[in-house]
């Protein structure tokens, strides 16, 4: 049932078409000057579907962790208990997926979190070669204001970032 309904959510180019096609309610955004905030005074303020989630209270009850080589099109994420291939959508390589899989499993296992009062915080570690820390933490930055994932989730999960420069 859930992959009818998916289906053409992912299609679409609305932010917010997948939320709304699988029951979940769209929070509200808050927009600045300067673009999307993740400021945490901005984030603890926040409502998540007329609960108050205060993010710095939440306790880490499970804590996960994945590492991402390579890109989208030909890349590998491994996990404790992951290890997948990456191919381009609709390449049908047998044995691998692709992000939007990998989201939308994930997005479907999380959207009934509001009837067990939990929330979700992620913590980015990015590790990059060849590059110094200003380019980085701006590719960090616009990759963050691109990401449809990032979009998707955008008021739902506070994430933080931080970046380093591997020898």
């Given at each position: 049932?859930?992959?009818?309904t ?9 932010r917010?078409?997948?939320p709304?096609a699988i ?6 955004r ?8 993740d400021?945490?005074?901005k984030?603890?303020?926040y ?11 939440v306790?880490?009850i499970?804590?996960?962790r ?15 208990n ?10 049908g390589?047998a ?8 989201f939308?499993?994930?997005f479907a ?11 979700l ?6 590790k ?7 380019t980085?933490?701006?590719?960090i930055s ?5 990401c ?9 999960v ?8 591997m020898?």
């Open positions: 049932m859930f992959s009818r998916l289906a053409p959510a992912l299609r679409q180019s609305s917010a078409a997948l709304r029951g979940c309610r769209q929070p509200q808050f927009i600045t000057s300067d673009g999307a905030s400021e945490p005074q984030r603890t303020s409502k998540r579907q007329n609960q108050g989630f205060n993010y710095r209270e306790s880490t499970h804590s996960a994945a590492k991402v080589t390579g890109g989208r099109a030909a890349g590998h994420v491994e996990g404790e992951l290890k997948v291939d990456l191919a381009m959508p609709g390449t390589e044995g691998k997926t692709n992000p939007e899989e990998l939308a499993a994930g296992a999380c959207c009934d979190l509001e009837k067990v009062n939990l929330a915080k992620a913590e980015m570690h990015v990059a070669r060849g590059v110094d820390k200003e980085m933490d701006k590719l616009q990759a963050r204001l691109r449809p994932y990032s979009k998707l989730t955008f008021k739902m506070w994430v933080t970032y931080t970046s380093e420069i020898e």
